[in-house]
């Protein structure tokens, strides 16, 4: 029986989750959690390449997250700091594509030297793209996008009576995004917390109960498996999707 939507996702989005928990259950430091995260971050950037995905997303800081203690916000900005400078040359020798969301312009400034480096260096590579998520959240986007699209109304670029999904979205901070088509989240927690809520309005969700740091390609592939056998109807019904059935 074939299925009407594609067998792998082109665009899968991860809320890496459980980095806490896992360093908590071995005695250590929450920050050793997220050490430990970076690597998963690592696996998982060639895991999905290697498995047919076109585009994989990270939520790694949201908005709400600068609200942890002082020190934690601190230590996963000196990571994010020292993972972007170790893997600009292996991006470039393995034709990975870095983009970003969320409002980057609030992250610390040699995090942002970093990303511009990044994205600048990589802008040219077409197969394969990472799209962090970073000091992201979804109500913030959308507030942000709303005072855009305000002020382009005002300034006449933009007519009132022309909006619409497509001309809103553009405001987004996912504008040239396809939405994601798969959001996994590990850690067995089973909410959104504020990620795409927007773009994953017809996305499949896989919920795991892996902690981040010990998410293995495996376990990726399980959740395409998963995604595999899911029929997205996109509001119609089955026998329109696929009329052999009847
Ligand atoms: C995810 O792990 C990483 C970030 C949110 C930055 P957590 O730090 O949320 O881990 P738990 O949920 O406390 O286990
Ligand atoms: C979501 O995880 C944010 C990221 C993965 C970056 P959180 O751990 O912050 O989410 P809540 O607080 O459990 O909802
Ligand atoms: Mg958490």
């Known amino acids: 029986m074939s299925s009407p939507s594609p067998a792998v996702p082109a665009h899968v989005a991860i809320i890496m989750d459980g980095n806490g928990r896992w360093a908590k259950s071995r ?15 690592r696996t998982a950037t060639y895991a999905a ?8 997303t990270l939520y790694a800081f949201s908005v709400e997250n600068w609200s942890r203690p002082p020190n934690e916000v601190g230590a996963l900005m000196g990571l994010l700091e020292l993972y972007l400078k170790k893997e600009l040359a292996t991006f470039v020798r393995d034709r990975v594509r870095l983009r970003t969301i969320g409002r980057t312009d609030e992250l610390p ?11 600048e260096e990589t802008r ?13 959240g979804a109500r913030t986007e959308v507030v942000d ?24 979205s553009r405001y987004l901070t996912t ?6 088509d798969l959001v996994i ?39 395409l ?4 056998t899911r029929e997205r109807r996109f509001g119609l019904t089955s026998e329109q999707l696929r009329p052999a059935a009847k």
């Open 27 to 41: 005695g250590l430091p929450r920050i050793e959690g997220h050490r430990r995260g970076v690597e998963s971050v």
């Open 225 to 228: 498996a998963e995604f595999a």
């Open 49 to 56: 390449r290697d498995l047919g995905v076109k585009m994989l």
């Open 145 to 168: 996008a709303a005072r855009a699209y305000a002020a382009a109304v005002a300034a006449g670029r933009e007519k009132l009576n022309d909006s619409s999904w497509g001309t809103f």
């Open 175 to 180: 504008a040239d995004l396809p939405d994601p």
């Open 109 to 119: 400034a040699g995090v942002q030297k970093h990303l511009r480096a990044t994205i």
């Open 124 to 136: 040219h590579f077409t197969d394969y793209t990472l799209v962090l998520a970073l000091n992201y």
């Open 185 to 223: 989240r590990t850690s067995g927690e089973k909410r959104v917390s504020n990620f795409l809520l927007l773009q994953a309005a017809y996305a499949e969700f896989v919920f795991t109960p892996v902690l981040w740091p010990d998410f293995t390609k495996s376990d990726l592939a399980a959740a």
